[in-house]
């Protein structure tokens, strides 16, 4: 299992713009990621949280998941559909926390295994410092074969 500062850098790597804004996993395992991005930099024309930024936020753990779960030398995550909720303006740093039960994780595994894909949902929030839901999102995924 990948320690939080080499799945930041494996993410920063893959996605160059989630170094561009600072994106950084805190916590990760199998069942779990939480992320954070900082404000500073991340800004709009109005001087709060840029909607691209929290959309980027709330796409990105369900890859974290499936990559650290699933064996990537066989299988990949896309998104397929996304929809987000903007709830309140961003004015601070944000953090995101997604989840994959054991046994979703293995239905989605014996999906792909025998399909070539398998599709699941993730329902995210994304979070300021103050814990307000500044953005939700609806994820459709896959899991694919290579």
Same mark, same amino acid.
């Given at each position: ?22 994106? %950084?996993? =805190?916590?990760? %395992? ?16 109005? /001087?709060? !949280? ?10 990105? #753990? ?9 064996? #990537? ?8 559909? !996304? ?6 303006? /961003?004015? %601070? ?27 699941? =949902? !993730? ?11 500044? !953005?939700?999102?609806? /994820? ?7």
């Amino acid at each position: 299992m990948p320690s939080p500062e080499d799945t930041t850098n494996i993410v920063r790597n893959a996605i160059p713009l989630a170094d561009h804004i600072g994106l %950084s996993v =805190t916590e990760v %395992s199998p069942q779990r990621v939480v992320l954070a991005v900082p404000f500073e930099g991340n800004t709009n024309h109005v /001087g709060i !949280m840029y909607a691209g930024v929290l959309f980027t936020a709330a796409e990105i #753990p369900p890859g974290i998941l499936a990559l650290v779960r699933f064996d #990537p030398a066989k299988f990949y995550p896309v998104v397929k559909q !996304m929809t987000v909720d903007f709830r309140r303006p /961003g004015r %601070s740093g944000v953090t995101v926390v997604a989840e994959l039960p054991a046994e979703r994780a293995d239905q989605i595994l014996a999906e792909a295994e025998a399909d070539g894909k398998s599709e699941f =949902t !993730m329902d995210l929030e994304v979070r300021d410092e103050d814990d307000e839901v500044l !953005m939700t999102s609806h /994820g459709i995924y896959q899991l694919r074969s290579h």
